[in-house]
């Protein structure tokens, strides 16, 4: 899937007897502490493990990818970071694989340093594609009905490689109400508008029209990302 814009030794030698040497060896394995073993006084420090959902303590640094930022859905502040947003008001697209097959689960939305998130979390087979974009007024495919969303401005989430609907028994797609947000300063409404012709439709209201915003894919689970920057200050 590819988007269209441009996100010891060191040989010790000894002359010494061969039996002397044996004893040596045989005395350090006998009384020698096990570098970061059991009983070795040392406790190595464990891996890191990826941010994402339930970070209790959720960490970035400058040099943070969008990737890494917590998928948070508090409104608490998050760690500060030097990082500028990346992200312009440009359509964002990305191609399906060839297998996709997935259902939109959940929608969520999070408050963070600088921007809001947008979450759609997705099950099925595949990885999913999208295109991103600012329209003048939201409104139904087919139909053309508008659509109400709250925002001075409109930004239209279309994913790509979702299942027919029924295709997936076992998968319960999202319901569907609108999520008006607490605490956000760029993302005022999330409307959901199920699947039409191999596609599923969302519209975000924003504070202001051509915010600057970005987009990407997550694995395990599957999720696809839609961050909005807050208004610049007056």
Do not use: K
């Not at 891996?47 to 400058?62: Q, R």
């Amino acid at each position: 899937m590819t988007s269209t814009r441009t996100t010891a030794g060191r040989r010790v030698a000894g002359a010494a007897a061969a039996g002397l040497l044996a004893l040596a060896l045989a005395g350090c394995a006998d009384n020698g502490p096990e570098i970061d073993g059991p009983g070795s006084g040392q406790t190595p420090s464990p891996a890191p493990s990826p941010a994402d959902e339930g970070s209790a303590s959720p960490e970035t640094s400058p040099a943070a990818s969008p990737s890494d930022v917590p998928l948070d859905d508090t409104t608490g502040d998050e760690p500060a970071t030097d990082e500028p947003f990346l992200g312009d008001p440009t359509p964002d697209t990305a191609d399906p694989s060839a297998d996709a097959a997935l259902v939109v689960t959940d929608v969520r939305v999070g408050r963070h340093s600088g921007f809001d998130r947008v979450v759609f979390d997705l099950e099925g087979e595949g990885a999913p594609g999208w295109r991103v974009e600012y329209v003048d007024a939201a409104a139904d495919d087919g139909s053309g009905d508008p659509v109400r969303v709250d925002g001075d401005g409109v930004l239209q989430v279309r994913l790509s490689g979702m299942a027919t609907p029924g295709a997936e028994p076992d998968i319960t797609e999202y319901a569907g109400d609108p999520i008006e947000p607490d605490g956000t300063e760029s993302v005022e409404e999330v409307v959901y508008r199920f699947w039409f012709e191999g596609y599923t439709t969302a519209f975000v209201g924003v504070d202001e029209p051509g915010l600057p915003f970005r987009v990407f894919a997550l694995d395990d689970p599957a999720r696809v990302v839609v961050d909005v920057q807050d208004p610049a200050d007056d």
